[in-house]
């Protein structure tokens, strides 16, 4: 009689890199949500994937997070038709299923739209951004706010070549020029049925150069109406189509607009230790969380 000899299984080669899926998510924020943070905005999405049962990808070290990243985080009291966000899986899930579970599991005020494969070397969207569209409702019957008078206060604006506002950048106050970054502004109408005032704006969105719809309603005055400030959508510099709507645009650079930004503290030179001594454990930075949200997909 023949014995047969079952062999053992080869083990996998160490070396060998594991599958990866980079997917990108086109989402609507909606008004539900419109006053969390940024932060727990984040926390939202990684809890409703992880109860999703999805192989959500998490990064290395010694608190390791999500590589989850959004193109352009929203500020307080802000709602979004077209925002994007990045998220990596490791097994991939087929788009279609990874859709069906996610909706199921997402909470009111967020909507999935659509879900797309990218390389998963991808250049992140958050540093391809070149601008975006806002629609700024004012909750106001004509009797409490004409269309008048905020067709003025937009003129007074647009006439103007400086509009100083304050930011805070490594604990230091600084001023700069809102102006530039406003590249449309415009009364849109008024909808009765609403009672509210539409304006369409139109910001640049570039590191270090960014133009905020909640700083513009400041500076315009309009603090003291109920308001809702929804961005439309946002532009990137790697579509075509979206470079032909900015290149008639000026680039605005960041030294234009505040040219007393406080730079970056340099580190001082580390001091030796002591022979035998232990080494101390290192203080957090203090990096903005939209930058540890960040992630680089290496």
């Known amino acids: 009689m023949t014995r047969t000899t079952t062999q ?79 998220a990596a899986f490791s097994p991939p899930v087929p788009l279609d299923e990874l859709a069906m579970r996610i909706r199921e599991k997402l909470p009111p005020g967020v909507r999935l739209l659509h879900a797309s494969e990218v390389p998963f070397k991808s250049v992140s969207p958050q540093s391809l951004t070149i601008g975006a569209d806002y629609t700024i409702l004012i909750y106001a019957e004509p009797e409490e706010v004409s269309e008048q008078a905020l067709q003025a206060k937009i003129e007074a604006f647009l006439e103007g070549d400086a509009a100083w506002r304050e930011r805070e950048r490594h604990g230091q106050r600084y001023r700069y020029n809102l102006r530039p970054l406003v590249l449309e502004l415009r009364y849109d109408r008024f909808d009765a049925d609403a009672a509210e005032h539409r304006i369409a704006l139109r910001v640049q969105v570039r590191p270090g150069a960014t133009g905020r719809p909640d700083e513009l309603v400041a500076a315009l005055g309009f603090d003291d109406y109920a308001r809702t400030l929804r961005r439309e959508r946002i532009y990137f510099a790697d579509s075509e189509a979206d470079q032909a709507v900015f290149a008639s645009y000026p680039v605005i650079s960041q030294d234009e607009i505040s040219p007393e930004r406080p730079k970056p503290r340099r580190k001082g030179r580390k001091r030796r230790r002591r022979s035998g001594a232990q080494p101390q454990a290192d203080k957090q930075n203090n990096q903005p969380f939209a930058e540890k949200a960040a992630d680089e997909f290496d």
Do not use: C
Request: aromatic residues 8%; hydrophobic residues 35%.
């Open 8 to 86: 053992p299984p080869q083990p996998q080669d160490a070396t060998e890199a594991p599958v990866r899926q980079r997917v990108r998510f086109t989402y609507e924020k909606g008004e539900a949500i419109k006053f969390i943070s940024h932060q727990d905005e984040s926390r939202l999405w990684e809890r409703t994937l992880r109860r999703a049962n999805l192989p959500l990808l998490y990064k290395r070290g010694f608190n390791p997070q999500p590589h989850i990243q959004f193109a352009a985080p929203l500020g307080l009291g802000m709602t979004g038709v077209r925002e994007l966000l990045d």
